[in-house]
């Protein structure tokens, strides 16, 4: 099985933010204990390219470059 992540990645928040920063390396920890004894195949996905980005975004989102 195949698994991509990316809780390596920084997260550009501002301080006291709320969203939890911990919460895809938690999510990947559970999804590995549930698991068990399966084979499981990690990768970290490739950076999305602009054009990918502008295929699910507005391009005014890709102009804020806020990542």
Known sequence: MKIFYTDSFPLPLPEKYSFPNDKYF???MRILEELGDQPVDLRVPELASDKDIIR???PEYLALRIW
Do not use: Q, T
């Open 56 to 58: 699910a975004h507005d």
């Open 26 to 28: 938690l999510l990947r």
